[in-house]
């Protein structure tokens, strides 16, 4: 990991946040090792595309401090805000079994931490192995507020496939040249689509192909014949990514920090919020090849950031050093930017090591669709207001609810102490009207309903959720994110879900285990799950301009019995709102 601290460098903070993190763990076992890191979040300078700029990071680094633990490890983070906005961290993909309190969505499981105040996250990593990350959670901080976390087996175990030599994390991310809280409220403003990105970034540096980068284009090194592992991260804000090394295969062993049925495959596919584990062999002539990544952009029409982003992967081998000093690396070629065989490719090729306990029998069979809208303008608003297509906002919704954050409780808050008002448990769970979801869909279709509706689950409850695109607007691929769960995704496909057709192509057998699935654009994708985790649960897509217009909703599993099934009480240090 040396190696990968010294790639990181430390950047400027958009805006003074100081978030003071301070990181521990301990294992409650005898043989746990306890680990002790003070982090400290802070503004630094940073240049990027030829600029220099003020950006908000976690200690003075961009991305921030990578947490290596164990399985079974407890962490404790102390988070002090220094910023002049509101900040939260969420622990993408860690399960919190009854401590839904540190989960970090900003008005679901807690009230923001106020700039001056601070917060100590407490949570232990339960039955989960692989590669997770961490980020903000409020706002559009999570552009450059994040980083990764790294989960290895407990002592005494082992990987279930040879240890490699190295392991590098690689944090795929977006840069703006421009400060992204600006970005995404002059899009509020608006209710327009934001400016997109400046360049992509691999663990916060754009690569050689972009002005001013070269010398600071991140270098991954091997050895030739030698098997690593990349941790591989989709941390961008708003953008799926492909990712390719070139002439160099790729052999899949996990997602989301659960193990997968190995396979090899020259090009990956990561939504926002996915993690990819795979082993790379040095089995090429000693040289110098790109890691590349660049959109997938499945939105007809819709602009992007057409850009590549690269790393370089460098033989050490001691004949390459002086031969490969002034060669020009290997690029790949990547998929184009709308090549969805290739990405539903990808996702279709996941699977479980071995036969899983997938929940045959269902208890809640709930029908979701996803996808954008649009808003009419109020009478008398003024047109810079209403700058989306033909004079309209754009807005999101699940069910045709387009979710709005509270402002005064977070919904956990409101739950634990029965604070009418601030919720409804009443989210539909079919969609209100049956339409063509995937056709030429109605106007009179396009508005959805705003309002803080959540729906409610029985604890031990077996949960099945089709979750199905729309083109109310536009069709496109949606990477939608389950706060506080694993889910087993039995499949997907295009077009109108079919119960008569489609349940014969579930997997039932070995489905992978993700957190964070990949709706197919104009599709749909099926995914189950135990109810088992007391608290209230964000799901939304991770596509943050989606979350920002209301693509999102929420769980509310209720206790069950005894103190094993019923979330813990809040902490002294809860932020109040």
């Not at 499981?109 to 989960?128: D, S």
């Not at 509310?556 to 809040?570: A, C, D, F, R, Y």
């Amino acid at each position: 990991m040396d190696s990968f601290r010294n790639i990181v460098n430390p950047l400027c903070t958009f805006l003074f946040l100081g978030i003071f993190l301070h990181f521990a763990s301990s294992m409650p076992r005898t043989n746990a090792k306890t680990h002790n890191h003070d982090f400290v979040i802070q503004a630094t300078p940073v240049k990027r595309l030829c600029k220099t700029h003020n950006t908000i990071t976690v200690n003075g680094m961009y991305p921030g401090p990578t947490l290596e633990v164990n399985n079974g490890d407890t962490l404790v983070v102390k988070v002090t805000n220094k910023a002049r906005y509101n900040v939260t961290i969420h622990w993408h993909g860690v399960r919190q079994m009854r401590t839904a309190w540190a989960d970090g969505p900003e008005f679901v499981t807690q009230c923001p931490i106020r700039p001056g105040n601070t917060y100590t996250y407490r949570f232990t990593i339960q039955g989960q192995e692989g590669t997770l990350w961490w980020h903000a959670h409020s706002s559009w901080l999570r552009a450059t507020v994040y980083g990764a976390l790294i989960i290895r087996p407990r002592p005494g175990d082992s990987y279930p496939f040879p240890k490699p030599k190295r392991e590098t994390p690689l944090l795929l991310g977006e840069w703006w040249d421009a400060n992204p809280i600006d970005v995404v409220r002059q899009a509020t403003r608006t209710g327009a689509a934001p400016n997109v990105s400046n360049a992509y970034i691999i663990n916060g540096q754009p690569g050689d192909l972009y002005n001013c980068s070269k010398k600071d284009t991140i270098i991954v090194p091997v050895n030739s014949g030698e098997t690593n592992l990349l941790r591989i991260i989709n941390s961008a804000l708003n953008q799926q990514l492909f990712f390719k090394i070139a002439n160099h295969k790729l052999t899949v062993v996990g997602a989301d920090a659960s193990y997968l049925k190995p396979f090899t495959t020259s090009v990956l596919m990561l939504g926002p919020g996915q993690t990819t584990d795979v082993l790379i062999t040095a089995d090429q002539p000693t040289a110098k090849y790109y890691i590349a990544a660049r959109a997938y952009a499945s939105a007809q029409g819709a602009p992007f950031d057409n850009t590549t982003t690269t790393a370089i992967l460098e033989y050490e081998t001691a004949p390459c050093l002086a031969k490969c000093t002034s060669t020009k690396p290997v690029m790949p070629s990547l998929p184009t930017f709308n090549d969805t065989a290739t990405a539903t490719a990808f996702t279709k090729s996941l699977r479980s090591p071995r036969k899983v306990d997938v929940p045959t029998e269902i208890d809640e069979n709930l029908f979701i669709t996803v996808g954008l809208g649009l808003k009419n303008c109020p009478r008398g608003a003024s047109r810079r207001n209403c700058q989306g297509p033909n004079g309209t906002r754009f807005a999101a919704s699940m069910n045709n609810v387009s979710f709005v954050l509270p402002s005064k409780f977070s919904l956990l808050q409101a739950h634990q102490q029965r604070i009418p008002g601030v919720f409804t448990s009443d989210l539909p769970p079919n969609p209100p009207r049956k339409f063509d979801y995937t056709g030429n869909v109605s106007r009179l279709l396009r508005q959805p309903a705003r309002g803080t509706r959540v729906y409610k689950l029985k604890y031990g409850s077996r949960v099945q959720i089709v979750l199905q695109g729309t083109s109310i607007f536009t069709a496109e691929n949606h990477p939608i994110h389950l706060h506080g769960y694993d889910f087993y995704i039995l499949a997907e496909g295009f077009g109108n879900f079919n119960p008569n057709r489609d349940t014969a192509k579930f997997n039932l057998i070995d489905p992978p285990l993700r957190n964070t699935a990949s709706v197919p654009v104009g599709g749909w994708t099926v995914i189950r799950f135990v109810a088992d985790n007391p608290g209230v649960w964000l799901m939304h897509c991770h596509l943050d301009v989606h979350i920002t217009w209301g693509l999102a909703t929420a769980f509310l599993v209720e206790n069950g019995v005894g103190e094993l099934q019923t979330l813990e009480p809040p902490p002294a240090d809860l932020p109040l709102c």
